[in-house]
């Protein structure tokens, strides 16, 4: 079955620092992979998504993802983080290109930002 | 633009009562969903519909139930509430069910269960 990690519940940065979200996934073919982002009050969003070709995915905001085969894993990065940053991220996997009740979520990355 | 849109944003409930989650969009989007998020748990869907008059279950669909008489709207019924229904509810809608559509999300329902 497919199953979605994200090992850290909270994370801190200074405004300015890099960041890095992990996010490991179980499953046997090539998934498609998202991340989303939710602020204070709101819905999610949708930042960048991995469907094939390159494996280094420019999103939103200023955010990459990288997707490693051998790791199962898809990094959320950013180099400098705002203050506008602070969200919750969540890491998502899909089986199947056409049905998006395939679609599980991982259960989120709070991210705090210091001034 | 409107995008999608919930009402309300807050609820509380007394065990037993039921209840009408409202969704709504206003970008012709065939495909609707409802999640529920919990914490720790990510969002885990409930209910979806690919189309007006059609609709099937998600993940947790037990004690919920939906409808599609329009593509605009897509209600959410608590038949009778639980404790073990309180949650934040989010509706999303997108323009197909292929992967390479963007799901497009409501700011949510938070509900309270007593």
């Known amino acids: 079955a497919q199953s979605v990690t994200q090992p850290d519940i909270h994370i801190t940065v200074s405004e300015g620092a890099s960041l890095e979200l992990r996010c490991n996934y179980s499953?046997?073919?090539?998934?498609?992979l998202f991340w989303y982002v939710q602020s204070p009050g709101q819905g999610l969003q949708l930042l960048l998504k991995?469907?094939?070709?390159?494996?280094l995915v420019q999103g939103i905001k200023g955010f990459e993802a990288e997707f490693k085969r051998s790791q199962s894993s898809f990094n959320l990065r950013k180099p400098s983080v705002h203050w506008s940053d602070a969200a919750e991220y969540f890491c998502?996997?899909?089986?199947?290109?056409?049905?998006?009740?395939?679609?599980?979520f991982g259960p989120g990355t709070s991210l705090s930002v210091i001034p | 633009n409107a995008g999608v849109t919930q009402t309300p944003k807050f609820q509380v409930l007394k065990t037993g009562q039921s209840m009408t989650l409202q969704c709504a969009q206003d970008?012709?989007?065939?495909?609707m969903s409802w999640y529920r998020q919990d914490p720790g748990m990510g969002l885990r869907l409930i209910h979806y519909?690919?189309?007006?008059?059609?609709?099937d279950q998600g993940e947790v669909p037990n004690g919920y139930n939906v409808s599609r008489s329009t593509t605009e709207d897509f209600p959410l019924r608590l038949l009778s509430a639980a404790p073990s229904q309180t949650s934040v509810y989010f509706c999303?809608?997108?323009?197909?069910?292929?992967?390479?559509?963007?799901?497009?999300f409501g700011q949510g329902t938070r509900l309270t269960v007593v």
């Open positions: 998502a996997v899909a089986s199947s290109a056409f049905s998006y009740d395939k679609v599980i």
């Open positions: 499953y046997g073919a090539t998934p498609y």
């Open positions: 991995y469907f094939s070709g390159d494996t």
């Open positions: 970008m012709n989007h065939e495909y």
């Open positions: 519909s690919v189309g007006a008059g059609i609709t």
């Open positions: 999303a809608s997108n323009s197909g069910t292929g992967m390479n559509t963007e799901a497009f």
